[in-house]
């Protein structure tokens, strides 16, 4: 902690104050209210925050430190779920054998993809990891069906040959994951006056293992491993031409992104203990995309605010329909009310995608780093303004 410079270390105290009291920070509409809607607050939705930014920033360890644009992590994230539900089916309800697995597992097919992938750069290896993704994808689906369960996923089952645990509570229920005695479903609500507050030993759990990956990634950033990845984004052929091989470098990138991938698939399966096919399918690669770059890419926090943008969106715009938009809008005249009804409809409830589309041509276009670039101009021109009204009426700063 003491080698982190003031910034960084901002930065990781700021993640963490956003993570671990995020269930006041996303409650701040009350219950009951019209407003309510907007409310992120609950545990389910606050898991998808923290797990989909662990894998958002292993992703920006590969493409913002070293431009590699993969198209293909998703299937790093799907092996990684698939090995925590089998750690629970054979071994243990406890989470951390299977987290453990995950991340290993997904660390072992990152190296040998990876091995094969960076033999090509640009858009060849972004192809090169869609294709080996894809087949990845095919193979959990249909050919591997014993080990994946197909298009039904892998579950658990009351047969299971638990080595560690029983195959089934006292009542005659699937054991749920936990850690030493706390099950990941436990909540706890706290009600203050008309707000509703729920904390989830699931979600701190995650959040816990976010800030420790958040503390990871900063060291891979200020250290000499990261200088050297940002050097191969600059110019790679330049360092080839010096006689360095970069593809260590760019391979050990590429499996701890793998690495982080797996952590995230993990996480996923310890908070719910299914894994399905659709996990490693070519959108959830997507996906992460979207959130590097729509965060900023290359910077710290960015992937972990781009993850929560989309995530809100997906989750919060998605359940909005007409309904709700005729309460809203209720106190309006009847044509009034149906006209704009009308013309919000298309943008929010299944067309939310439209909605995130456009919002994400306005970040590329106006903000081509991000969220993380807007809030650095805010920060710009607040300062600028409070130095001006610092500075008595009619006087100006001495020339240099």
Request: hydrophobic share 50%; net charge neutral.
């Amino acid at each position: 902690m003491k080698s982190l410079t003031k910034n960084d270390l901002t930065l990781l105290v700021a993640v963490a104050f956003l993570t671990l009291f995020a269930p006041f920070i996303l409650n701040p509409f009350p219950e009951g209210s019209a407003m309510a809607q907007f409310n992120a607050g609950y545990p389910d939705l606050m898991q998808r925050f923290v797990i989909f930014g662990i894998f958002a920033i292993g992703f920006n360890i590969l493409f913002g430190l070293t431009g590699y644009l993969s198209f293909g992590h998703a299937a790093f994230l799907g092996v990684g779920s698939y090995a925590a539900v089998w750690m629970f089916k054979l071994l243990s309800m406890n989470v951390i054998p299977a987290i453990i697995l995950s991340v290993i597992v997904a660390g072992l097919f990152s190296l040998l993809i990876g091995f094969v992938s960076l033999r090509r750069s640009g858009i060849y290896f972004s192809i090169l990891t869609l294709a080996f993704a894809q087949m990845m994808f095919a193979l959990a689906y249909s050919v591997l069906t014993p080990i994946t369960g197909g298009e039904t996923g892998l579950q658990l089952a009351l047969d299971d040959p638990r080595i560690l645990g029983s195959s089934q509570t006292p009542e005659g229920n699937i054991p749920v994951p936990g850690l030493f005695g706390m099950e990941m479903r436990d909540s706890f609500d706290l009600e203050l006056g008309s707000w509703v507050f729920t904390f989830n030993i699931g979600y701190y759990f995650c959040a816990l293992v976010l800030i420790a990956s958040f503390y990871l990634a900063i060291r891979i950033f200020r250290s000499p491993f990261g200088m050297m990845l940002r050097a191969v984004k600059s110019n790679q052929q330049r360092m080839n031409y010096t006689g360095l091989n970069t593809r260590p470098y760019t391979l050990a990138a590429f499996v701890i992104s793998g690495m982080y991938a797996g952590l995230a698939g993990g996480l996923m399966a310890s908070m719910d203990p299914l894994a399905g096919a659709e996990r490693m399918q070519w959108t959830a690669s997507g996906e992460v995309v979207l959130m590097t770059i729509l965060g900023g890419a290359g910077t710290l926090i960015g992937p972990v605010l781009g993850a929560g943008f989309i995530k809100y969106f997906e989750n919060i715009f998605s359940k909005i329909n007409a309904t709700i938009l005729h309460e809203w809008f209720a106190f309006l005249p009847d044509g009034l009310e149906d006209f704009i009804v009308a013309i919000l409809y298309p943008f929010i409830g299944k067309g939310w995608h439209l909605t995130l589309g456009i919002l994400f041509m306005m970040v590329v276009i106006f903000l081509p780093g991000g969220l993380v670039e807007g809030g650095q101009r805010i920060r710009s021109w607040l300062q600028a303004r409070k130095s001006k009204n610092g500075r008595p009426n009619g006087t100006t700063e001495p020339a240099e």
